[in-house]
């Protein structure tokens, strides 16, 4: 069967500091991969999303950018952490297909104080 | 553009008294999917239901049922019989042809004893 890791669970960071978090799947090839983040507010901004190696989208202008340098690994990057960088990271994998659903991992908290 | 609107923002109910979770969504796409994915306090989201634009039928799973109506744009979650566990924030999200899954803002459901 098919999971989804990412880590680091919580994170504190100071600003202007750099960020990496992680995430890679098993059991299945080729995903799509994402990258949402969940501000206080509650809502789900995607950020990045991925269709192959090498392949990223990026959805908003910031801080960040996403890197995915194996089929099964996607990572979340920037060199200088800002203030508003903080929030619910969560990494999601899908078959590709229009209706497939998004399956998450457990999320990173990020606090950048 | 696609958008997807979840009016209530927080709903409180008493164990056993049954909820409806409202959504409504805007899309051009002829073909598109729908879904709803449950985020308890641990914060991984949970895939619950996908229902394709061109199947109306509504579906029931033991306490849950979706109301799809093409007519209104709506897709609509009722809870049977709620329990303390169904405490969460659920999302509604719109997929079109391209795969991307945009999301409501959520609900938070608070089922109290």
């Known amino acids: 069967s098919q999971t989804i890791h990412q880590w680091p669970a919580t994170l504190v960071q100071p600003v202007g500091s750099p960020l990496s978090l992680e995430c890679t799947v098993e059991?299945?090839?080729?995903?799509?991969l994402y990258w949402y983040r969940q501000a206080a507010g509650r809502g789900l901004q995607l950020l990045f999303y991925?269709?192959?190696?090498?392949?990223i989208s990026s959805e908003v202008p910031q801080n960040l950018s996403a890197s995915r340098p194996q089929d099964r690994q996607f990572i979340l990057s920037s060199k200088k952490l800002l203030l508003s960088d903080s929030g619910f990271y969560l990494c999601?994998?899908?078959?590709?297909?229009?209706?497939?659903?998004?399956?998450f991992g457990n999320g990173t908290r990020l606090t950048v104080t | 553009a696609q958008k997807v609107t979840q009016a209530q923002t927080e709903i409180s109910v008493v164990e056993k008294e049954d909820v409806t979770l409202d959504c409504v969504y805007e899309t051009r796409d002829t073909t598109y999917y729908l879904f709803w994915y449950k985020q308890p306090p641990s914060g991984e989201l949970v895939f619950l239901i996908r229902r394709n634009s061109f199947d109306e039928q509504n579906e029931i799973s033991g306490r849950y049922s979706w109301n799809f109506q093409k007519s209104t744009s709506s897709f609509n979650f009722t809870i049977t019989a709620s329990q303390v566990v169904d405490s969460a924030v659920y999302f509604c999200?719109?997929?079109?042809?391209?795969?991307?899954?945009?999301f409501g803002q959520g609900t938070e459901l608070s089922v109290k004893p």
């Open positions: 059991g299945t090839s080729n995903p799509n």
């Open positions: 999601a994998w899908s078959g590709g297909a229009p209706n497939s659903p998004l399956h």
């Open positions: 991925s269709v192959g190696i090498g392949q």
């Open positions: 999200a719109l997929s079109e042809a391209r795969g991307k899954l945009i």
